[in-house]
């Protein structure tokens, strides 16, 4: 049998069996509360993104503290998942913590604003900049009402976005490039509409294709990350960005920026440090510290439109908004969040120690002689089992090694430390330990050393 990405299948099987009997031998409490609780909830799991753990049944969590897991059979864990970003700064900050606290004490929701609210908006223009903002509950849910007004103000119809995206569950951008056409993805749950007649994508990194799609004059805006973390990591060329802005002025489209994962980057997001110029701008997950909050924001000009747009609309739905959103434990633990939490000493100790682990898993890869590389967007690292760099989303889905990625993933979890299901991705939070990251960069040596010998 021919090797998967450098190793090879026999090895690789007999690997993933060892792991998962492993796996299951050291947690008979959690097989056991599983037992008891698990058949009320549809597959087993309360969400079923819960299954796509490669484990033979999911953790049950007991506590989580700075970026260590605790499971129900008392396992301490590293935590280099931090719930797929919501925790990028840790579980449960202190200082968000005290806010959820003293918020509790005041209510829950009121549909109306709080003092706390009047506070984070300026602390968001701080943070990210001189933006009009509106809040939601998800990033998957901000992206939508960002593309409701970019349709609103343009008149246009279609979205751009690029092969291989993942922008959350608005089903306009759940499209994929194939054979040169738009096609809606294979697998989306009872989907009946035509997606691929409001959408065009093309391949990241791909200007030319970009500014064919513009050309049409249908496209109402472009969506797209800074930087594609949701194949494998696919870092944007030497001026990518700045051709993307160019033709988005040149075509009246509008860009908006979803900066849910790439707030790793720094400061402001990729945006602010690398000096990119959105007409809209997104950003989820960790914001609010790990409760549910996502921010939108817009230029100047875009707000002005859009409230003209706003003031001559006919009366009723807007299609946008749900009634928990701007809530005030969000703007409570939001608030806390970009004055305590989101700070440059943050970001300076999450760098130090990304680069310290980008450093240590490149190093083993070498040292196996395997042809993988490592990417990494500030506190985001990555490896992938194939050549780098990717240059879009055809070279990440070649890159993607299923099978492979599981048996790493549950290896390494056997090793103390858990990493994002979905894709290779650790994330360095301000409270990861130097001891965490070398543990994980031991336990990354010690199965390719299984896998390769
Ligand atoms: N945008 C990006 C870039 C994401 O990676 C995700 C989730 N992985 C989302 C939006 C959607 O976030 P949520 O699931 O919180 O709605």
Redesign the pocket.
Known sequence: HLPIHGVSPERLDAFKDRESARFARARPKTRRLLDQGAQAWLGGVPMHWMRDWPSPFPLVVKRAQKARLTDADGFEIDDFCLG???SMFGHAPAPVARAIRRQARCGLTYMLPSKAALRAGRLLCERFGPLVWQIAT??????RNALRVARAVTGRRKVLVFNG?????LQDTMVALEGGRTVARPGLVGQVFDIAAEAVCVEFNDLGAVEAALASGEVAAVLT?PVM??SCMVLPAPGFHRGLKSLTQRYGTLLII?????QSSGLGGYTRVHGLSPDLF?V??CVAGGV?T?VWGMTEAVAEAFTAYDAARPSGHSGMGTTLSGNPLQFAALEATLAEVMTPEAYAAMEAGAGRLARGLSGVIAHHALPWHVARVGARVEFICAPGPLRNGADAAAAHAPQLEAALHLGLLNRGCLIAPFHNMMLVSPVTRQRQIDRLIAGFDEILSELTA
């Open positions: 797929d970003t919501g998800t990033a998957s849910d901000a992206n995206c993942y922008h959350g569950t990350e973390t949701n979803d900066e849910t994962h790439t997104v989820g997950k549910a996502a």
